[in-house]
């Protein structure tokens, strides 16, 4: 039996249909990516027998260096780009219940990190990630997935989100995100999905807490999906989604809908590969407040393609609008492609290289309140571009270790005010390299 896995592990695996709708609906939840370690070997590592439990303890410690872990402007004051080392210890606990076609896991991820720059002495943290995922089938015809996640961590992490929207800040945050999704079968080629999402995130007081807003979102969708053959279905969807959005929202539109009608297709390219894209017509209403709308069409695709055996190359394509907390913009429209290639080397060693673009797109100009001044009256717009290279050794089945190289460049038509005068306060570039050792049972 195979299992659904977290996002970020090394390969893929084909997810029950329900559970991938859920995934496709969760872009606004932006801190899914905290804890999970990049590690080519973590594959092999194995569970521990408890019965019908299967146990899989695992511990990831890293040391990177980035000469900007701030990701700012090189003529941000005061300091500018800090170069530092991060130390990071992230200890994973997963527990396994498989059932006949059914299982529920629980995981637990913790990131423990540090930096050695004086400037960062004082702004390591710790988060903590709770998961439990469920795929549950009853006589055949029905499948209910069920997700919860909870996260209690730093933004920081949020540089991880789909539209890369956020530089370094260790502002806390706390994540309650629940998902459903139920699957019945009309008929041996006719289906029905339902199902939704609920997020809430808040940011609590601090010194750099004025600069976010407490966001809560609702998702619902339904699919009717047509059975093409053993490996390939076809759907229509309808979706809808409201973000309401609570701070310090003077000048801001407040609360948004967006709805969406579109087709999709889903096919398994082999045993353990699937791909999946899906095209809609999506519109937003605002309902308190006022902003510009959006109207047009959005795109949730990945592609997975195995050119050789052993081989894996993922394509990821999207454009939608993400909730944002720039100036008076409620949202943004992100664009974005990226690419994964995985390819083993003999037995013991593994390539992987990760490529990406995206544009970032606001909805309403800026309001030119402090330093922002100079670009009153224009929408800001991101280009950034970065890629990985990592190489991963399998020492042996409880031991990995992988090297990465990792580089980050963002422009922006952003002006800011400075002492010397203005500057673009988005334009910055980061570089870093990471070793990170991965062991287990």
Known sequence: MKFHRPPGEAFLIRRPRALTCLRRLSGVLMVMAAGVPVAIGQ????????GRFLFSPSLV??????????????????????????????????????????FARLVYRGDFREYSAAALSDLGGA???????????????????????????????????????????????ETWETRLAMDFDLSPTHSLEIGGIRSDTTFEQSATSEFFQNLSTRSLFLRYVLD????????????????????????????????????????????DLSSEA?????????????????????LDAQLVLSPAPGNVMQVRLRRAPLPSFFDVSPYYLNEAVEVEYMRPLGRAFGLQVLLGVRRNRYSDPV????????????????F??????????????AAAV???????????????????????????RSDGVVLTVTGGW
Do not use: C
């Open 43 to 50: 594959e092999r590592l194995l569970p521990i027998r408890l």
């Open 61 to 102: 410690v890293s040391n990177s260096w980035e000469n900007n872990v701030e990701r700012v402007n090189e003529d941000q004051e005061p300091l500018g780009p800090i170069d530092s080392e991060v130390t990071a210890i992230r200890p994973i606990l997963r527990f396994d219940f498989p059932y006949e076609k059914s």
């Open 127 to 173: 988060s903590h990630l709770l998961e439990f995922v469920g795929h549950f089938e009853a006589a055949r015809v029905f499948r209910l997935d069920v997700e919860e996640h909870y996260l209690n961590g730093i933004t920081g992490l949020l540089n991880e989100a789909p539209g890369g929207e956020f530089r370094y800040v260790t502002q806390p945050l």
């Open 228 to 271: 093409r053959g053993p490996a390939s279905e076809i759907y229509g969807s309808a979706e809808m989604q409201s973000v309401q959005q609570e701070g310090d929202l003077l000048f801001r539109p407040a609360d948004y809908r967006v709805r969406s009608l579109g087709v999709g297709f889903r096919r398994a390219t082999s045993k």
């Open 278 to 298: 899906e095209v809609s017509y999506s519109a937003t209403k605002f309902t308190e407040g006022s902003g510009t709308p959006f109207r047009g069409l959005t």
């Open 367 to 382: 309001s030119g309140a402090g330093i922002l001044s100079p670009s009153k009256g224009e929408r800001r717009e991101d």
């Open 384 to 397: 950034i571009t970065g890629g990985t290279v990592s190489l991963g050794w399998h020492v042996n089945r």
């Open 402 to 428: 992988s090297l990465a190289y990792r580089a980050v460049k963002s422009r922006s038509n952003i002006v800011a005010e400075g002492a010397d005068g203005p500057y673009d306060i988005y334009d910055n």
